[in-house]
């Protein structure tokens, strides 16, 4: 393992037993959270040593997707426990929409080198604005997003983040491990918009003979109570996913732009990939489901809006091999339908 490095952990590791290896991680990366955070927060902020931090930091291990596929009830268990983007890929979302303060930062810190194809999507343009999301936390899937900002970070590097930046996870398509462990903290009083129940210390607190009240100032707002109540009603009445109505068909196609998607009707959608050239596919992403009518055209290929998976035009193939291939149609005009 030494030798091959955190990218190689899924040749070491059977994918079953990489969400129990996570789990310990998770307590030993807690255990530790106080002391490392007070070495890497004065040293990234001019010195500030005030500051409040989430007491569970997040492990994030992305193994190559078509590795998980044997044993995706051990992820999917580990997913309804820890939520998504820790072991699988998170959706485009605002952090502030969860369950996490919007007047935050995220401290992403690659543990070993990341990759484009298994990152960290940040749609840069959407830092504010009013796009509307499920009861999950997840952007609606028929909010048009453009081309997301992707990049490579090498061991020790780290991305910082507003809590209300729309990011989400790159499916894993290429054949190493991404690991990643993030924080997430905040310089005034952290507040809720949202869930409020992951637990804030405040450093001022931490350490000293009050350590065991540095949770109290965070937690001792509305807020917590609020989400308490809603929580319980929840647990009442458990499906709160709110159905998305579709925008309805464009049908006209001339003008399109290159690069451009447009759906034609509920099931099916055009892409214009190069000045005579379009294609025309079935919207459900055959990873989750999300609609490719609000994906994007890079580098000539279709690319998932939601996890940003991309597939090629002339065969509808992704680079993961355990996803079933899109159905696509080609043309050389605006297909029938437009
Ligand atoms: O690491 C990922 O893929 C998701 C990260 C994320 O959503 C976060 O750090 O809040
Ligand atoms: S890549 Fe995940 S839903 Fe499309
Ligand atoms: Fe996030």
């Given at each position: 393992?030494?030798?091959?490095?955190?990218?190689?952990?899924?040749?070491?590791?059977?994918?079953?037993?990489?969400?129990?290896l996570t789990d310990e991680l998770y307590d030993r990366v807690n255990a530790r959270a106080p002391k490392d955070l007070a070495a890497l927060i004065p040293a990234t902020?001019?010195?500030?040593?005030?500051?409040?931090?989430?007491?569970?930091?997040?492990?994030?291990f992305h193994v190559p997707f078509d590795t998980t596929q044997n044993d995706r009830a051990a992820f999917n268990d580990f997913r309804q426990k820890h939520g998504e983007g820790k072991l699988t890929a998170h959706g485009p979302h605002r952090d502030s929409w969860l369950d996490c303060p919007d007047n935050g930062i995220n401290i992403w810190i690659a543990i070993g080198r990341v990759q484009r194809g298994n990152g960290l999507t940040v749609y840069r343009n959407e830092y504010d604005g009013h796009q509307r999301y499920t009861g999950m936390g997840n952007i609606a899937r028929d909010e048009k997003l453009s081309e997301p900002f992707t990049f490579d970070l090498e061991p020790g590097d780290f991305v910082l983040f507003h809590t209300d930046q729309l990011h989400g996870s790159a499916l894993n398509y290429t054949d190493e491990t991404r690991f990643v462990i993030s924080y997430r903290m905040t310089f005034d009083r952290p507040h809720f918009p949202n869930g409020h129940y992951h637990s804030y210390s405040y450093s001022g607190l931490a350490g000293g003979p009050l350590s065991a009240a540095a949770r109290l100032p965070a937690l001792?707002?509305?807020?917590?109570?609020?989400?308490?109540?809603?929580?319980?009603?929840?647990?009442?009445?458990?499906?709160?996913?709110?159905?998305?109505?579709?925008?309805?068909?464009?049908?006209?196609?001339?003008?399109?732009?290159v690069g451009e998607i447009r759906p034609t009707d509920a099931k099916t959608c055009v892409a214009r990939i190069g000045e005579?050239?379009?294609?025309?596919?079935?919207?459900?992403?055959?990873?989750?489901?999300?609609?490719?009518?609000?994906?994007?055209?890079?580098?000539?290929?279709?690319?998932?809006?939601?996890?940003?998976?991309?597939?090629?035009p002339e065969?509808?193939?992704?680079?993961?091999?355990?996803?079933?291939?899109?159905?696509?149609?080609?043309?050389?005009?605006?297909?029938?339908s437009a």
């Open positions: 393992m030494k030798e091959k490095g955190f990218e190689r952990i899924h040749e070491v590791v059977a994918a079953h037993d990489i969400p129990r902020f001019n010195g500030e040593d005030r500051y409040y931090y989430e007491t569970s930091p997040n492990v994030r001792l707002q509305p807020s917590y109570l609020r989400s308490f109540g809603e929580r319980v009603v929840e647990k009442l009445r458990p499906s709160k996913a709110k159905r998305i109505e579709l925008t309805p068909a464009a049908k006209d196609l001339s003008g399109m732009r005579d050239e379009f294609v025309s596919f079935d919207r459900r992403c055959p990873h989750q489901g999300a609609d490719l009518a609000m994906g994007y055209v890079a580098d000539g290929r279709i690319v998932c809006p939601w996890h940003n998976l991309p597939f090629d065969t509808g193939q992704s680079p993961c091999q355990s996803l079933r291939s899109l159905n696509v149609r080609v043309a050389d005009s605006p297909p029938a």
